[in-house]
């Protein structure tokens, strides 16, 4: 470990953690594969997979498509603070708590999840990027139903 | 005019002092706080209407408070800030930031009615930041507050 990662290091990898939220939650496809490597490697569910750029894009896509995530989702990604241990050596770990609200078809806003992230980050040409996330459930709501404008199904959280 | 430069990491820690300030105004009844967090010439959109300067933004806290459940002691509603997302330089940035409206009932019930965002311009005056302009947009639910 090369020494201690300094404040704005600590700060690139918030405002990378925060920016994912947003990407998800405004169906920004391309800001969201962009925040990871070309080879990076999302992990969620129950051992699904996607390693680089093209499977990541496909996957994102595909959510959107279906309005798992994005502004019609019903659902947003609230993150609290993450968790952040690494060296002066342009890698860290991170870890983040997720609550996720959706809106039901009563018109009442329930917490359908609260998940993780538990990232490894690389600072590459300056910016800090996601080499691998892990979404991990760690609470999860019975179904109910949902707005209509969102839908309910396997809560594969991005 | 003071020359622009990357955000250091005391400037993002101070906008980010300046967001978790107004949650804290708000749930506490702390209206004057609020010139903590808004600049002088302060434009704040809030779903029920648009306010200009700070005299006007204090009225709206006001009216908020006189609603009977923000700023109550004990307290009923609780804006639970999420982490914001902050881009810009040293003199001027943005920030975008999820707002979860949390209510408290007399039965003890919690209950969300709103999932809003804050959309803010912030700059810096005389070494400290303050918010130019707020967007506070409904993100989920129906309430009007």
């Known amino acids: 470990m090369a020494g201690l990662m300094s404040a704005d290091d600590r700060l690139g990898v918030i405002e990378l953690i925060a920016s994912y939220a947003w990407c998800v939650d405004k169906g920004d496809v391309e800001g969201y594969v962009n925040n990871f490597l070309p080879d990076g490697v999302v992990e969620y569910g129950n051992g699904n997979r996607c390693v680089g750029h093209d499977a990541i894009r496909r996957w994102v896509s595909g959510l959107l498509e279906i309005k798992q995530i994005g502004s019609e989702s019903g659902l947003r990604h609230v993150l609290g603070l993450p968790q952040i241990q690494g060296g002066g050596d342009g890698r860290c770990s991170a870890r983040t708590y997720v609550v996720i609200p959706r809106l039901y078809e009563t018109g009442e806003i329930g917490i359908r999840l609260v998940i993780s992230y538990i990232d490894d980050c690389v600072k590459v040409e300056g910016r800090w990027r996601f080499a691998k996330r892990v979404i991990r459930q760690d609470l999860v709501a019975a179904p109910q139903p949902v707005a209509e404008s969102a839908r309910d199904d396997d809560p594969r959280s991005t | ?145």
């Open chain 2, 1 to 145: 005019m003071l020359e622009s430069t990357p955000m250091s990491a005391d400037d993002r820690l101070d906008v980010i002092d300046v967001l978790a300030t107004y949650p804290r105004c708000l749930d506490s009844g702390d209206v004057e706080g609020l010139a903590e967090v808004f600049a002088p010439d302060a434009v704040l959109d809030a779903m029920n209407g648009s306010f200009s300067g700070l005299t006007a933004i204090f009225d709206w806290a006001r009216g908020l408070i006189a609603g009977g459940r923000v700023g109550a002691s004990p307290p009923q509603l609780v804006h639970f800030v999420g982490l914001p997302s902050v881009e810009g330089d040293s003199q001027r940035c943005t920030a975008q930031t999820y707002s979860v409206i949390i209510t408290y009932s007399p039965e003890k019930a919690i209950t969300v009615p709103l999932v809003g965002s804050y959309h803010d311009t912030l700059v810096k005056k005389d070494g400290k930041w303050r918010i130019q302009h707020r967007l506070i947009k409904g993100e989920l639910g129906k309430t009007t507050q």
